[in-house]
């Protein structure tokens, strides 16, 4: 049998001892338990207090090295950021632009020490042991060394204030209303001269290439009616030191009142040049669906006198040094004269283009005596319909006259092909010839009706048709040869007309009617243009009734945008119904300078939200800290503003919208800095277009594609 121990190893032995008890007892082995000198667990991993400092080494010397550096930190942001704020502040910046300074010194400082190190901590390694050093007395060292983490800090520190500063005085403003004021006005005053110091600077004529604009000077400041800018978007917005004057806008018309002396040529000159190279960008990007026309430019100086023939002569310097021929830059009337009459190819055009030509000469002739003005009284709408009639009789007089189903019936046209043509029919006799009549064979021979016509313009006490001969016969001596060319306005890239309007009034006022007909009349054809028309010095023929609202608003059908210039509201048209009329058509907006009386502009153009604070006074004369402050409205452009702007300073204002600045004159500096436009110099005639709505080639280029 085998045998297995159950309590001891000598259980199985053949004779097991007999145990004995004994009155003492065995101590028991019992497992010993570690303890050592630490908190047991009790459900936590980690102590959650680990990451304070073990106060209890802290010394008192230790304490004062950190605070000293802790000051000194303080003390140089603080230092810093006052030397950035000071001259921000004197020359007008803008919180965007700390802003740019901001990200520049981040990428300077952390940025340029990070990539040199190849390492992201390298910035604040290097401050660790600068501010060892400064701890262990080598201050101008540690200072130093910890400039790459103080410096972007306080350019940060110096934007919020600056900021905020901007905000504050926009909403709520500072305790005292009057210190308020006087804080708005020196920003104002400020910024303004900041944009006169940047418009002395290089400034392109564009704002790019993929869509460009217009930039005729320097941005000093921006309001519009939306309420005040928060400080997310101030510090988040574009820093934008250019003044821009978006294209669309001189398609739509524009007006501009500035008084005398305050640079209404340098605005004049900046801007067409502009809106030139502008237009001719357009017109070279043959991809895009809303392709202008060649551009071109019509100036209508309604002054006269030399100084219109000098500013006649820097426009041609200028447009020359762009590129333009110099063939086709016209200076009317001293080198071009504008066709007016039918040409000699006039007998071989068919039918429909004779009848186009003989109702634009009919137009033309009515608005030389009229200055494009409509009758108001009875008395005026009859000599007007008897003028009307007449002229009718004249220029719409047949080729021959046929008897048709036994009716005289005139056909084709013979319009005059000449003033001194003209001027011979008007005499009853030759009227009735050529209406295939005899004033002295009864009854009437010619075409029906027309006797009674011709009577009509000599019946009465005073005969219209003696009066009319006279009133054109004086217009003729006025004007000379200066219709009677063979140019029309598309044949140049910029044309200079100058009327007399201060030392003949009466005859600028018939040139400018029988020019606006012209421009009129370009609506009805396809001329492949992109047109801008200039009327300077407008009140000079505006004092009498013209037709210049009817004109922007047809004006804008034929890609022809209009800019209207005076030196006063006055100006602007012979009433205020014509002049609020005028500015009204032009959605384009204004460009305003100093003005003397700018009450009704301001109130045109509406107003934006001001904030009105309001204080307690203690003792009658010191600020307390309670008040009010209110909602209200201001004028977008403060009249008074207007008043106090110098030679050079211009506000554009459109759509809710104030844009103030300063304009960058064209010097010699640029002017021989400046280059021709790519294939300005190249002119492809006009075809016919298969398409009446596409664009006509004006330019060889590989590839084009219909507007």
């Known amino acids: ?66 605070a000293l550096l802790l000051a000194a930190c303080v003390v140089a942001i603080l230092v810093m950021t006052v030397m950035i704020l000071v001259p921000a502040t004197a020359l007008g910046w803008k919180p965007t632009r700390l802003r740019n300074w901001l990200i520049g010194s981040l990428i300077a400082m952390p940025g340029a020490t990070a990539l040199w190190a190849w390492d992201v901590l390298a910035p604040g390694t290097m401050a660790t042991e600068a501010s060892r050093q400064f701890m262990d007395g080598q201050y101008t060292a540690g200072l130093l060394g910890m400039a790459v ?35 708005l006005w020196a920003q104002a005053q400020r910024e303004q001269r900041a944009a006169a110091r940047l418009s002395r600077r290089r400034l392109p004529f564009t704002s790019g290439w993929w869509s460009p ?30 003044l821009i004057l978006p294209w669309i806008n001189v398609a739509e018309h524009m ?55 000098k500013v006649a002569a820097r426009m041609k310097t200028w447009f020359t040094a762009l590129g333009v021929r110099p063939e086709r830059f016209g200076r009317f009337p001293d080198d071009v004269s ?80 000449s003033w001194s043509e003209f001027l011979s029919r008007f005499d009853p006799a030759t009227l009735a010839k050529l209406w295939g009549g005899d004033p002295d064979v009864r009854p009437w021979p010619g075409v029906m009706g027309i006797d009674k016509e011709i009577s009509s313009t000599i019946d009465g006490k005073q005969p219209v048709l003696n009066s009319a001969r006279a009133e054109f016969a004086n217009l003729y001596r006025s004007l000379g040869s200066s219709f009677d060319g063979d140019k029309a306005l598309t044949d140049f890239d910029v044309i200079y007309i100058v009327l007399e309007g201060v030392k003949t009034p009466d005859r600028a006022r018939s040139q400018f009617g029988a020019l606006g007909t012209m421009f009129e009349q370009l609506a009805d054809k396809q001329h492949g243009r992109t047109s801008l028309m ?30 209207w210039i005076a030196q006063s509201w006055q100006g602007l048209g012979h009433d ?90 064209l010097d010699d500096a640029e002017l ?4 021709p436009l790519p294939g300005i110099a190249t002119f492809t005639a006009l075809a016919e277009p298969e398409d009446a709505d596409a664009l006509a080639p004006v330019i060889d280029m590989s590839k084009r594609r219909g507007a």
Not at 14 to 42: F, K, N, R
Not at 267 to 290: G, I, N
Not at 548 to 561: C, D, Q, S, T, Y
Not at 633 to 653: E, S, T
């Open 213 to 242: 604009q217009l930039v005729i000077g320097r941005l000093s400041t921006e309001a519009d009616q939306a309420p005040p800018t928060s400080r997310f978007r101030m510090l988040f917005g574009r820093n934008e030191t250019r």
């Open 576 to 665: 205020d119904d014509n002049r609020t009329a005028l500015v009204a058509a032009a959605s384009g907006g204004s460009l305003l300078g100093r003005s003397t009386d700018p009450e009704v502009l301001s109130k045109i153009y509406g107003t934006r939200p001001k904030f009105e604070l309001s204080r307690k006074l203690i003792g009658g004369n010191a600020t307390g800290d309670e008040g009010n402050v209110q909602s209200s409205d201001q004028f977008l452009v403060p009249p008074n503003r207007l008043r106090a702007m110098q030679k050079g300073d211009v506000v554009q204002v459109a759509g809710g919208r104030a844009r103030w600045g300063r304009v960058s004159p």
């Open 338 to 417: 504008l066709a007016m009459w039918p040409k000699a190819d006039f007998d071989t055009l068919d039918d429909e283009a004779q009848q186009a030509i003989v109702d634009d000469l009919r137009s033309i002739l009515s608005a030389m005596v009229s200055g494009g003005s409509t009758p108001t009284t009875d008395t005026e709408k009859y000599f007007h319909e008897i003028r009307e009639t007449l002229i009718h009789l004249i220029v719409d007089a047949p080729a021959r006259v046929e008897p048709v189903g036994g009716i005289q019936t005139p056909i084709g046209h013979n319009p005059p092909r």
């Open 149 to 183: 983490v103080l410096v972007p800090m306080a350019w940060m520190t110096a934007t919020i204030v600056h900021a905020n500063r901007r905000v504050q005085l926009a909403t709520v403003g500072l305790k005292s209303p009057a210190r308020t004021e006087r804080a």
């Open 1 to 66: 049998m085998s045998c297995t121990p159950v309590i001891t190893p000598a259980d199985c032995a053949p004779y097991a001892p007999t145990p004995v008890l004994s009155a003492t007892p065995t101590p028991a082995e019992t497992p010993e338990l570690p303890v050592g000198p630490q908190m047991p667990p009790i459900g936590l991993d980690k102590d959650p207090l680990g990451w304070l400092p073990d106060f209890a080494s802290w010394s008192l010397e230790g304490v004062a090295d950190g």
């Open 672 to 675: 021989k800095r400046i280059r």
């Open 534 to 563: 200039v009327v300077d010095e407008f009140s000079a023929v505006s004092d009498g009734k013209t037709r210049a609202v009817k004109w922007v608003e047809r004006l804008r059908k034929a890609g022809i945008g209009s800019w």
């Open 255 to 309: 007006t501009t009142v500035a008084s005398s002396g305050s640079g209404k040529t340098t605005l004049m000159l900046r801007v067409l040049v502009s809106w030139f190279v502008t237009t001719w960008t357009r017109h070279r990007q043959w991809w895009r669906a809303d392709r202008p026309g060649r551009p071109l430019v019509i100036i209508v100086d309604c002054n006269g006198g030399p100084e219109s023939r």
